[in-house]
């Protein structure tokens, strides 16, 4: 009984947006006086606009494979390699934005292709 009422109450203050599951990222990133480093995972893909990445969220929703081949074959998107580190910048629904170690460019990509 207890257990239902806890999952109910957190799922309400998702719902309404008093806690953001997402928001713990954010604060460590800012709030931490060293940077943290995350590793990808290589198998989503990443890209310099935000527009690409919310495109290629809808392609692999619809199984569109050569779509997403075609962004990789223009150099639109690409793929980072698993265990690449990179920072966390910016949390946008779903979507991130991360600079790898020792580079400048910011790229887009899927939240779950960062871990700790």
Do not use: H
């Not at 599951?21 to 460590?28: M, V």
Request: with cysteine; glycine share 6%; net charge neutral.
């Amino acid at each position: 009984m207890y257990t239902k009422l806890l999952l109910f109450c957190v799922i309400g203050m998702i719902w309404t947006g008093y806690v953001n599951p997402l928001q713990s990222l954010e604060a460590k990133e800012k709030y931490c006086s060293t940077p943290l480093i995350y590793y990808t995972e290589g198998v989503y893909v990443a890209s310099v606009s935000k527009r690409i990445i919310i495109d290629a969220v809808e392609y692999y929703s619809n199984g569109d494979t050569d779509a997403i081949e075609k962004l990789l074959k223009s150099g639109l998107a690409i793929k980072l390699k698993p265990g690449t580190e990179v920072f966390l910048l910016e949390v946008d629904l779903g979507i991130v934005k991360i600079r790898v170690k020792g580079q400048i460019l910011e790229l887009w990509t899927y939240r779950e292709e960062i871990y700790f």
